[in-house]
């Protein structure tokens, strides 16, 4: 923490503002961050710069625990996560039992609110963040389990036998936030022992639960419970992305083309297959590719897909359009009027010839009916040098490729701070 003496307070109402500042400040620059680890074209400097700047905020804050907390408890009422992250910090730095008891009550009001909370509790040291895990574990609130649970989570800490009570609890079964990130945990720590709980689950008429499940199976070397993510990839849903993520890493590539082909009968389904497609690597698909470069609604996410197979930075090696002067960066369909996706706002426009020309110089060196990642067959070593290096949509699928394929590596959390206090 900021070493920096607190300031002396003659007049402490002259300095509320500047408490209030600061916890908008930190607030901020959360949500800031919270929009960038989904981003194409941030890197993990990037991120460490934002999470200077929130450390700065907070540390600020902290040279007063009366007037920091005064500001944050106003803040709260405002129900927005980032408040609710800095708030937590605040409260649990400073030891204060009512004050933390204060954060946990408004940060469980709201699904949006929560992640706020859960952030706050993968930001902070062992020192200051385990007592509570162990306390959340141990009450008899559901809710609170459910932090806790949430909280090993985002730290990738292992419960130990807390896990396995959650999974065979009546109550705790009911509890769906509960059990399903209890199935989810399961997979994130490779937790063996556990399978026969995920088994049960897997069968769960209700959606999340069944996928949850499935989801940890795969993780866990199951891969044949692939088969019930079909539906989840083929239809839209909360669970679509994910599913699509993890389905066409594990199935056989001649099982990944017959489920492209089906969804390409529906061109509601464009987005989807380019997705697939690029998640599966097979470099049979990029000349299909390169000609949806030519439609100024898919040409990004094309981009995209086509980078994830070959590893051409399209930016690096100037096979991008670059954009006019006063030309927005998204640049809605002149004969429908609408605007690009919003995942697509930061990726690079292809120049289709550029990108045609190269394939035809370089393609042969791709052996199609093989998978790659970012241009090269897929090994633990190049998944793992991509981790660190690549953007951060990159990061989640190194790691995600990686837990797949290495029965020695747990799922790295992509999303998780920098530098660890």
């Not at 993990?44 to 500001?71: C, Y």
């Not at 927005?80 to 009001?109: C, M, N, W, Y």
């Not at 429908?336 to 930061?346: A, Q, V």
Request: charged share 20%; with cysteine.
């Amino acid at each position: 923490m900021d070493s920096t003496p607190p300031p002396r307070m003659h007049n402490a109402a002259a300095y509320s503002g500047l408490y209030g500042q600061l916890v908008t400040q930190a607030a901020f620059t959360w949500w800031r961050r919270s929009l960038a680890i989904e981003q194409p074209h941030i890197t993990l400097a990037d991120i460490l710069a934002l999470e200077q700047r929130i450390a700065a905020s907070l540390n600020g804050l902290m040279t007063s625990v009366e007037l920091g907390w005064e500001s944050c408890e106003a803040a709260l009422a405002l129900g927005e996560p980032g408040e609710q992250f800095t708030a937590t910090v605040v409260a649990l730095r400073s030891h204060d039992v009512r004050h933390i008891q204060a954060v946990v009550e408004s940060g469980l009001k709201s699904e949006q609110v929560t992640t706020g909370l859960i952030s706050a509790f993968g930001w902070l040291g062992s020192d200051i963040i385990s007592p509570w895990i162990v306390k959340f574990l141990n009450g008899k609130d559901l809710n609170h389990k459910d932090l806790g649970i949430a909280a090993c989570s985002v730290r990738r800490a292992d419960p130990g036998e807390k896990l396995n009570e959650i999974l065979k609890r009546e109550d705790c079964r009911q509890h769906i936030p509960l059990y399903t990130r209890a199935l989810r945990l399961v997979g994130e720590l490779r937790r063996l022992d556990l399978i026969t709980a995920l088994h049960a689950a897997a069968i769960s008429p209700e959606p999340s639960i069944a996928f949850w499940a499935n989801w940890s199976l795969i993780l866990l070397g199951q891969h044949a419970a692939v088969k019930p993510l079909q539906s989840l990839v083929f239809n839209r849903g909360p669970h679509q992305a994910r599913a699509l993520q993890m389905a066409f890493r594990v199935l056989p590539i001649g099982s990944a083309q017959e489920w492209i082909s089906t969804l390409s009968k529906d061109p509601v389904n464009v987005r989807t297959v380019i997705t697939a497609t690029g998640v599966l690597g097979d470099p049979h698909a990029v000349n299909w590719l390169i000609g949806k470069m030519a439609d100024p609604l898919l040409a990004r996410l094309a981009g995209e897909a086509f980078t994830n197979i070959t590893g051409v930075d399209l930016v690096k090696y100037r096979l991008h359009q670059e954009p006019r002067v006063g030309q927005p960066a998204i640049t809605p369909d002149e004969s429908i009027g609408t605007p690009l996706h919003p995942e697509d706002e930061n990726l690079p426009l292809p120049d289709v010839d550029k990108v045609a020309a190269l394939w035809r110089h370089h393609g042969s060196n791709f052996m199609v009916g093989r998978r790659y990642f970012l241009g090269k067959p897929i090994t633990p070593e190049w998944l793992k040098s991509w981790i660190p290096e690549g953007t951060m949509r990159q990061r989640h699928a190194a790691a995600l490729e990686l837990a797949l394929i290495d029965p020695n590596s747990r799922l790295a959390n992509t999303r998780a701070k920098v530098v660890n206090e």
